[in-house]
């Protein structure tokens, strides 16, 4: 047999429709070559498959992307594949949640292209997140779909290997497969649906189940992503198939299981405003999360709304970790005197302070105030891993508290089993979900409007191009 070639390549980021901070090349990180290969890592030489990696592009979450820069990036993708000649196969590695102004369905312009360069005969299989968006053209134009099915995501390799093994059974003379699609209209966020918790936990490994069904090769439920007001905004059942017709009926049956439950969706954390969270401190170690300015989801990360409520109740022996400010950063390395807040225009107060002392490490300011120390981070980043501390030489056994911009906890700071109190705060990915604007997304939705009634109308999308 013939050595098949395929292509591993895409683009991945969350972007906030809120967020006033744009996101463009320098935003991005690249992932090419034997990295790109190593990330996917399965044995496709095992199937007789030669691997050709064109570009994986991440970002941490943030704004829009510039539409500038996107349409950049789409135009590089095409070039690249067209530089490859003739493919078999297409891994797509794709988070899902993309917005660009005045773009609809930035995925979807993308995968249409793609298909249009590859053909007909090409065998697109697509990796997602699950807090991703479809639409019937990213549907109509691919043959394989995987979604995580944990968050906070611990598997991530696992999906781009389902989607990979897919890829490579069909290239191998396995049946060409199917995918069907169901929107459910209801859009919370990862916070009131992580997959540690009821009744997520239970839908998500029904999945397993449905996937041993006659006909079905892959099931997954994307919660999708609720902070970018866009009409696509949905959560979505979506099943990989040979049996068209199974495919649709287990496509039906996960859309209203998560329908069913909808009710239950709710934080996994005790969680309330600012002041509450100041008046529940216990004596020990504990951790609040920052949750309306969180950078994994697309909050700027610049916001001094919890740092105030601190300073404002004297709070002693507390680790603020981080606030993002090149400007401060900069200032620090000349004097003690900073203004913190609303850095990269995200907004909330700004602070006048006074350094006790200042040491940098890692493009991080470490900062003593009265009983506190804040970390000003040059860049947008998270403090999510525990060598994000050690590597500032931070022992968190020094602090009572410990506030960090997240909304649920990493896996690492979940695992130091401190009491938690997530902070309904202002900023860009706001947990006060009817809060939000809402001109774009389809009604009605829940929780935005109430409606009674949901019959499922699974499709296997459409194709319209030229
Ligand atoms: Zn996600």
């Known amino acids: ?22 996101q463009k090349e320098s935003d991005f990180v690249s992932l090419q070559g034997q990295e790109l290969l190593d990330l996917v890592g399965f044995p496709f030489h095992d199937y007789e498959i030669k691997a050709c990696p064109v570009f994986f592009n991440k970002s941490l979450p943030g704004g829009p992307i510039e539409a500038r820069y996107f349409e950049q990036i789409k135009a ?18 794709m988070h899902g949640a993309m917005y660009v102004d005045d773009i609809d369905d930035p995925e979807g312009e993308w995968i249409e292209l793609a298909r249009k360069v590859v053909g007909e005969d090409c ?42 093994q897919m890829l490579s059974d069909m290239l191998s003379g396995g049946q060409r497969m199917n995918v069907a699609w169901c929107p459910v209209p209801v859009l919370v966020s990862g916070e009131m649906s992580s ?12 999945l397993d189940e449905f996937d041993k ?9 994307l919660v999708g992503y609720v902070w970018a007001d866009t009409a696509r905004a949905t959560a979505a059942a979506v099943v990989t198939c040979t049996s068209k017709e199974s495919g649709s009926m287990v496509c039906s049956q996960i859309a209203k299981l998560y329908w069913q439950s909808r009710h239950q969706l709710a934080f996994d954390m005790e969680s309330g405003d600012i002041d509450s969270a100041m008046a529940r401190l216990p004596q020990r170690f504990s951790i609040i999360a920052d949750s309306g300015d969180n950078p994994t989801a697309g909050g700027v990360g610049d916001r001094a709304d919890v740092l105030e409520a601190i300073l404002r109740h004297g709070i002693g022996r507390a680790l603020f970790a981080g606030i993002a400010s090149e400007s401060v950063y900069r200032e620090l ?17 700004e602070l006048r302070c006074l350094a006790k002392s200042v040491y940098f490490r890692n493009q991080c300011a470490i900062v003593s105030l009265q009983n506190v120390t804040l970390v000003v981070s040059k860049y947008r980043r998270p403090f999510h891993q525990l060598s994000d501390f050690t590597d500032l030489q931070i022992n968190l056994d020094d602090y009572r508290l410990l ?13 130091l089993s401190a009491p938690s109190f997530m902070v309904l705060s202002d900023g860009a990915v706001n947990q006060d979900l009817r809060a939000l604007t809402n001109n774009h997304r389809n009604r009605p939705s829940y929780p935005f409007q109430d409606l009674d009634e949901f019959a499922p109308k699974p499709s296997f999308g459409s194709k319209n191009y030229s």
């Open 213 to 221: 069904s006659d006909g079905i090769v892959d099931c997954n439920l």
């Open 76 to 93: 590089r993708f095409v070039v690249e594949l067209e530089t490859l000649g003739h493919l078999d196969g297409l891994l797509l590695l």
């Open 1 to 22: 047999m013939a050595m098949k070639k395929i292509a591993i390549g895409g683009i991945s980021t969350e972007c906030s429709s809120y967020s006033p901070h744009y």
């Open 403 to 415: 506030v960090v911009k997240s909304g649920y906890l990493a896996p690492e700071l979940q695992s």
């Open 333 to 349: 390395k000349k004097s003690r005197e900073f203004v913190i807040g609303n850095g990269f225009g995200g907004g909330g107060p």
């Open 195 to 206: 997959t540690l918790a009821e009744p997520c936990r239970s839908i998500y490994a029904q």
């Open 123 to 164: 065998i697109i299989s697509l990796s997602y997140d699950l807090h991703g968006q479809l639409t019937d053209k990213i549907v109509g134009n691919i043959d394989a779909f995987a979604a995580f099915r944990t968050a906070p995501h611990i598997d991530i390799n696992r999906t781009y290997h389902r989607a990979a």
